[in-house]
């Protein structure tokens, strides 16, 4: 089974830039399809970008589309989601997600999620 732990979460200013990671247990990391979505209290889990096996194809939801990049070292296990004017309406937490299954932008499309780091953006 895949364990999944972020890192890089923390407080910046509005404009700010900070650069998540998602480390895996799994050998086999590069079979499956990962993701970031992330929650906001009160608030229902949003998507946020998705990358395939390669790493060649990525997509992104509406909100972050020009901000936000996501990319996968296979070598070393890990997503990353590099985020760029970063807004306040950023803040929320933010989960990794895995699947082996086909793409997907619904949070129950993912059956691996990781414990989410806090990303807090200032005005």
């Known amino acids: 089974q895949v364990q999944l732990v972020e890192s890089g979460g923390g407080l910046v200013q509005a404009g700010g830039s900070l650069r998540l990671s998602c480390a895996a247990s799994a050998r086999t990391f590069s079979i499956y399809r990962l993701a970031w979505f992330r929650q906001a209290p009160g608030k229902e889990r949003e998507f946020v970008a998705t990358i395939n096996r390669s790493g060649d194809s990525t997509y992104y939801g509406d909100s972050m589309k020009g901000r936000f990049t996501i990319s996968r070292d296979n070598a070393k296990n890990t997503v990353y989601l590099q985020m760029n004017s970063l807004k306040p309406e950023d803040t929320a937490v933010y989960y990794c997600?895995?699947?082996?299954?086909?793409?997907?932008?619904?949070?129950?499309?993912?059956?691996?999620w990781g414990q989410g780091t806090q990303v807090t953006v200032s005005s």
């Open positions: 997600a895995a699947t082996p299954g086909p793409w997907g932008i619904e949070v129950n499309n993912y059956n691996y």
